[in-house]
């Protein structure tokens, strides 16, 4: 039997089967990851405006997001008559599969990467670049004024903050001097204070703002300004091919919040030592990405949104200039120290 076990172990390392079985969970992991903060961003929201959120489907209404489910399931996907039908049923599979696929290359602990790539900072900026191609895929196939005008916001918000967004990561390349993301959490190592965030401090801001931007969170949702534009680029879209785009965006929160982590907080590194869980440092990483997506959260709840010429003006005249700066800050202090 034990010889049995460890024939069907070595199969299941083998490639491609350790790589499409990996995957697989990825893809199991970012569809629970957005039911689950579908249900957290209600119950935030509830808890910061002093009221219950979702509490009738299950205890405390834990089992809300099994009956979203159910519901987009069972919905019509109606399409626009003059609808292009082929992009725009393509246009929510481009916008979800950057979201999964950059789980790939995430370290979320000692030996536990799917893909080690030593190349994996420049996978991150190549595969988000994509979803602003889903952005634009379904306003241009919806053929709705409401769903160009927001895909159109969206990409021009997307590819500018992608400028001071892979500004920001420049400071943490030059110090680990290594694009693998493996890399740059082991040398993280040794507790909180050699964690990035503290040399990089407005990077790490910068990066922040940047990512907020990047999945469209308020104060950066102009592309879906429900006030202005109904819905934006998703407005003609129902069912499961809407959840599909709503997972994706969930998704993508989630991932730039463990891409934030990895970073500039230690990825899976304990904040000391002395609380190092060997395999299952998995939990820090989980916990910190945890928080980082409560702050999004919150700041949803807490912050209007801005108007568009504020928020291309934000982008160009102070994250840009700010990293810029602090480029140079970091290699001087580099040729120095």
């Not at 969970?25 to 979702?54: D, H």
């Not at 091919?241 to 998704?251: H, N, S």
């Not at 700010?322 to 120095?336: K, N, P, R, S, Y």
């Amino acid at each position: 039997t034990s010889r049995g076990e460890a024939l069907s172990l070595d199969i299941l390392n083998q490639e491609p089967i350790r790589f499409l079985l990996s995957f697989g969970m990825v893809i199991f992991l970012v569809l629970n990851l957005a039911a689950v903060l579908t249900m957290a961003e209600r119950k935030v929201s509830a808890y910061i405006q002093l009221r219950y959120g979702p509490n009738r489907v299950g205890p405390r209404g834990i089992l809300q997001p099994a009956a979203d489910v159910f519901k987009l399931f069972t919905k019509e996907n109606v399409s626009p008559g003059r609808a292009d039908l082929w992009i725009f049923l393509a246009a929510p599979i481009a916008m979800f599969l950057p979201a999964a696929l950059v789980w790939l290359v995430v370290p979320f602990a000692p030996d536990a990467v799917i893909a080690d790539l030593n190349v994996a900072i420049l996978f991150f900026i190549a595969i988000t670049s994509i979803s602003a191609l889903g952005v634009v895929m379904a306003g241009y196939a919806s053929r709705s004024s409401f769903s160009l005008l927001g895909a159109l916001r969206g990409a021009g918000q997307m590819i500018s903050y992608e400028v001071p967004l892979i500004l920001s990561l420049l400071g943490v390349v030059m110090l680990t001097g290594s694009l693998s993301l493996v890399d740059v959490v082991n040398a993280q190592e040794g507790g909180i204070w050699n964690w990035y965030v503290w040399p990089q401090l407005p990077m790490f801001v910068a990066f922040f703002i940047a990512g907020l931007a990047e999945v469209k969170r308020v104060p950066f949702d102009l592309p879906e300004g429900e006030s202005e534009i109904v819905g934006g680029y998703m407005v003609e879209y129902s069912g499961m091919t809407w959840a599909l785009i709503q997972a994706a965006e969930f998704a993508s929160m989630g991932l730039m919040s463990a891409i934030t982590v990895t970073l500039f907080l230690g990825g899976w590194q304990p904040p000391l030592e002395f609380l190092d869980f060997g395999a299952f440092n998995w939990a820090w990483f989980g916990l910190k990405t945890a928080l980082i997506m409560f702050t999004f959260q919150w700041i949803r709840w807490s912050i209007p949104r801005l108007r568009m010429d504020q928020l291309m003006d934000y982008g160009w005249k102070v994250l840009v200039p700010i990293t810029l700066v602090w480029l140079f800050v970091t290699a001087g202090a580099m040729l120095v120290l």
